[in-house]
């Protein structure tokens, strides 16, 4: 199960190499998404939609807000 | 999947637009609601006299007051309608609850286009967690949407 996060939490995950994944659509994340975040839409998470990230690095899943 | 640093950000892209942090993406310095929402929008607190709210708020030209609570989270609102309620009436008593707010981080000329579609004159503009950042009026959306209409 996920850990949650919060803000200044993310920020020190990030400096230390986490990656950031937004699993909102792809038109959402096109139009915008927290820098250096990439795209990985929650409806595509799968094996092969997530063979490029590091599994030695912490990863940091995010949408819109919590509604 | 297999990955076993797996962390969870519920507040999401929302607050961290809300606080200032980098973001990218083709509306990423396009005007937000969050720019566009007046701060100085009247507020009440729960226990405050209806009458006594409406004599503020008339005063200062609105037609309108937000229900917060002491950490400045939105409870209600107070309209016309309920500005002219029994004036002993507490803020709590007659104010409409939860009304919809929306994040500042929503795209201007989008909400300008979404607030005429639907008939809204205005909406609550707040923080993730719920806290006040203004009010925005349709005028205001449109007038400044189509200032800054450069970035669609």
């Known amino acids: ?67 | 999947m297999g990955f076993p640093q797996v962390y969870d950000y519920p507040p999401g892209k929302a607050d961290w637009s809300a606080s200032g942090l980098s973001m990218e993406g083709t509306l990423a310095d396009a005007p937000t609601i969050g720019d566009a929402a007046r701060q100085d929008v009247p507020t009440c607190a729960p226990a405050e006299k209806v009458g006594t709210a409406r004599e503020r708020v008339r005063e200062a030209g609105w037609d309108r007051s937000v229900v917060v609570s002491k950490e400045g989270v939105v409870l209600g609102l107070l309209r016309e309608k309920e500005l002219a309620a029994d004036p002993e009436a507490t803020a709590e008593e007659a104010m409409r609850n939860g009304p919809t707010t929306f994040r500042p981080d929503e795209p201007l000329e989008k909400m300008a286009k979404r607030m005429r579609e639907r008939g809204a004159s205005a909406i609550l503009v707040t923080t993730p967690d719920g806290k006040l950042v203004g009010l925005l009026s349709r005028e205001d959306a449109e007038r400044l949407a189509a200032k800054t209409s450069k970035f669609w």
Do not use: N, W
């Open chain 1, 1 to 67: 199960m996920p850990k949650q996060a919060f803000r200044y939490e993310v920020s020190e995950l990030l400096d230390s190499g986490a990656q950031l994944v937004e699993v909102l659509p792809r038109e959402e994340y096109e139009e915008e998404h927290i820098a250096g975040a990439i795209s990985i839409p929650l409806k595509a998470m799968d094996r092969k939609t997530t063979a490029g990230l590091d599994r030695e690095a912490p990863v940091i899943v995010y949408c819109q807000d919590y509604l």
